[in-house]
């Protein structure tokens, strides 16, 4: 089974903090993918990634940068975490497309 | 962009058969229809897939008209366990790549 790992399960960072979150898949896919989930919003998509060093900007990508150095780890930064990024970060991989889309168990991060 | 619509809650019981109905008026020519469950403090997991008629696995039936203007995933007798939120998605083609768009979603709660 395709296995999708974010570094951390939960997080407590302080405002004006740099963050980083670890995204790790080990099935060879091309795409990797970061959305944050929060209450009555759903699932919106930060930023995704179709090959190494490159990025495209989600729906939501304002507070956030990526890297993407090999294929296999994509990185969620916040640059300078504010209170209102306080969510639910989920990271996901696919071979293609946007077909079988496989989740990570996402981190809760909150920013105090 | 094709945009889902189905109900924010539906409530069951063990043993029924439940069906979930989403609307997608807009789908395009070569989108896929794709169905995830997300239970608390987890990812999505990919449930089905189709692009028309019927296609079944060993979790869920998703049923498609010809028209493809909605699906309508089927679980059968249902248990407990089934109580989740479930996601129908249409690929999303922005700038040549596909990339996924949740929407709220349905919350299923299965009763005893």
């Known amino acids: 089974d395709v296995k999708v790992t974010q570094s951390s399960r939960y997080l407590v960072k302080r405002t004006g903090e740099k963050v980083f979150l670890e995204c790790v898949q080990d099935m060879d896919h091309e795409n990797m993918f970061w959305y944050r989930q929060d209450p009555g919003l759903g699932l919106r998509l930060i930023y995704f990634s179709y090959d190494v060093k490159m990025k495209e900007k989600g729906d939501i990508p304002e507070g956030y940068s990526v890297s993407r150095e090999k294929k296999e780890r994509f990185s969620l930064i916040l640059e300078s975490a504010s209170t209102n990024q306080t969510s639910m970060y989920l990271c996901?991989?696919?071979?293609?497309?946007?077909?079988?889309?496989?989740f990570g168990s996402g981190t809760r991060l909150t920013v105090v | 962009l094709a945009k889902t619509t189905q109900p924010i809650s539906m409530d069951s019981y063990e043993g029924q058969e439940v069906n979930i109905t989403c609307s997608h008026n807009n789908i395009a020519t070569n989108d896929y229809i794709t169905w995830y469950q997300q239970f608390p403090s987890q990812g999505p997991r990919f449930i089905i897939q189709g692009y028309k008629t019927k296609v079944t696995n060993e979790v869920a039936s998703l049923f498609i008209p010809a028209d493809r203007k909605s699906s309508t995933l089927s679980l059968p007798r249902v248990s407990l366990s089934d109580t989740a939120v479930y996601y129908c998605l249409v690929g999303q083609t922005v700038g040549g790549y596909n990339k996924l768009i949740f929407g709220a979603g349905t919350r299923l709660a299965v009763h005893p």
């Open positions: 996901a991989s696919s071979p293609g497309g946007d077909y079988g889309y496989t």
